[in-house]
Structure formats: C-alpha cells, structure tokens
C-alpha cells in the first residue's frame, strides 16, 4: 500500500503540492493524472525519498521510504528512463544494480527476458532505442521482486506497439498482487491501463476514485480531465 496524507511542498512563496492525500492499493493499477507541472513528479519523488515534503506523509506500508529495511525489495521505481550508463551494456548495468542490492546474476537474465530484451543485453545502453530503454529500466525496477512498482511517464515518446506492450506488463503486474502506481498526462492511455484515478491539478486532488467513478457521466476520461482541470488548450 502507498498512502498520501495531507503531503504538502513549498518552494519559497510557491505551493508545489498542497494537502495531496491518496491511496494505491495492492492488485489495482493507480494511474495519477494531472496537466505538465501539476505536482505529479514532486508526490513520487517524495514518496521515494528524493525530496522533502514540508509537511504531510507519504508511506510505503506505514513507513517512509527511507526506513524501509530492504527499500528495493519494497518500491521498484522508474522516474528519468534507465538510468543507465550509455557505455555500458543492458546487462552490465542490471548486474551494477543487482550486486548493490545482494541479488544474483540468475536474476538479472530473468528480468532480462521479463521485459523482453534478453537479445539485446549484451549491447550498449548508447545503441537502445528509447522503449527498450524503458525496458531496461522497468527490468532494473523488477530486480529485487517489489512489491509495488513506481512509474513516471512510463509511456512518453513511444511508438504503438512500446505502449501496447506496457499496459500490457502493467495490467499483469496488478494481476500478480503488485501495487502499480503510474503517472501520466495521456488520457487515452490510461484509460486503457488502470483500475483506479487520481487527478492533480495545481498541486490539488480534484478527483480520486475507480475509473468509472472519475469518468463519471463524462463520454470518456478525456472529457473528464478536461472538465476536472479546465485544461481547455490540450484539446
């Protein structure tokens, strides 16, 4: 379980998040929506320790990310692509990861074929197309078995069938009992992914419920964002 409570950010005079509070929920995928620069990447990022609420809570099973006895075993997270080194290969870079963690080489090959880069492990991350860098980084996220997985922008700058095959390995992640939590401005997207929705706008929760809840009377979740956050201009 990832829970939000009352998880405030200031930034000077600026209210980057204010009173953000929100749950994801085990065998569900959360998609979290909101407009470029609603707050979307400054909620995970403080989820995951990378930054500081000013105040409010945001726990993983009760506890902050940086208590967590075995964090990767907890949380795996994608936020900037792979995070790989270009120089090094698919494989060498997994095996970086896993050694830092105490997971062994068996695993690496696993996740490897998981996300379906297996043939290509033993090339250069600068030779990646952009998706099979988001494989990469989601089998990085897939090392030590999490239970939840964290995606920012999972899908942006995908072709058809990279997008396909993340709703995909989303949808069956949730069908093994992960927690998915994903943020994202892709209306359309989303709506084929998640079974839940939580909507930011300006730092505030304008909506949280299942996908039919948020949707509402709406023809679509589209004309639903657009009414939640009077972003007329996107159309």
Do not use: C
């Amino acid at each position: 379980m990832l829970t939000f409570d009352q998880l405030t950010k200031q930034r000077g005079s600026r209210t980057i998040l204010d009173g953000i509070t929100f749950q994801a929920r085990p065998g569900r995928v959360t998609g979290f929506l909101g407009p470029n620069g609603a707050g979307k990447s400054s909620t995970l990022r403080i989820l995951l320790g990378l930054d500081r609420a000013t105040s409010g809570t945001a726990l993983v099973d009760g506890q902050p990310f940086a208590s967590l006895r075995d964090p990767l075993r907890k949380v795996g997270a994608v936020l900037d692509g792979s995070g790989a080194h270009r120089s090094r290969t698919g494989r060498a870079h997994l095996r970086w990861v896993a050694r830092s963690a105490g997971i062994g080489n068996a695993r690496v090959e696993e996740v490897l074929g998981t996300v379906g880069i297996l043939d290509a492990a033993g090339k250069k991350v600068s030779t990646y197309s952009l998706g099979m860098g988001r494989r990469l980084g989601l089998a990085a996220a897939l090392l030590a078995d999490p239970e939840a997985l964290v995606l920012d922008e999972p899908v942006n700058g995908l072709d058809p069938e990279g997008i396909r095959w993340i709703r995909l390995f989303l949808r069956e992640q949730a069908s093994s009992g992960r927690t998915v939590l994903l943020s994202s401005h892709l209306m359309g997207e989303l709506a084929e992914t998640v079974d839940d929705v939580v909507v930011i706008r300006q730092g505030r929760i304008v909506a949280d419920g299942t996908l039919a809840e948020v949707t509402g009377s709406h023809r679509n979740l589209e004309d639903a964002f657009f009414s939640l956050t009077g972003d007329r201009g996107a159309r």
